[in-house]
Nanobody, 126 residues
Framework: EVQLVESGGGLVQAGGSLRLSCAAS????????IGWFRQAPGKEREGVSC????????YYVDAVKGRFTISSDNAKNTVYLQMNSLKREDTAVYYC???????????????????WGQGTQVTVSS
């Protein structure tokens, strides 16, 4: 059974940092892509960042480039999202998702991902 468990969310002031973790189990982690998506109140879910555990290729939405960093620890079957210089508009429920096995193509659209975690709340206050 595929399981994705997010952690690390919380309340932080604008300009602060948080690190989200996505612990995965139930599949061959090295062959999968892991994505972070977020959904703010009243808005559609959007892609934030994705990584291929196969070759380390990454994707970032323009709004987080230079502030967020995605990384993968294949030995721990865990993907991290380091979020720095947080802004109020980063407030959302953050979900991790998994898709695979993949080849050289890194999926970045939420509709390309099959497995989803339960989400973790990130709230950025001014």
């Amino acid at each position: 059974e595929v399981q994705l468990v997010e952690s690390g969310g919380g309340l932080v002031q604008a300009g602060g940092s948080l690190r989200l973790s996505c612990a995965a189990s139930g599949f061959t982690f090295d062959d999968y892509a892991i994505g972070w998506f977020r959904q703010a109140p009243g808005k559609e879910r959007e892609g934030v960042s994705c990584i291929s555990s196969r070759d380390g290729s990454t994707y970032y939405v323009d709004a987080v480039k230079g502030r967020f960093t995605i990384s993968s620890d294949n030995a721990k079957n865990t993907v991290y999202l380091q979020m720095n210089s947080l802004k109020r508009e980063d407030t959302a429920v953050y979900y991790c998702a998994a898709q695979g096995p993949i080849s050289s193509y890194l999926p970045t659209d939420q509709y390309e991902y099959t497995y989803w975690g339960q989400g973790t709340q990130v709230t950025v206050s001014s």
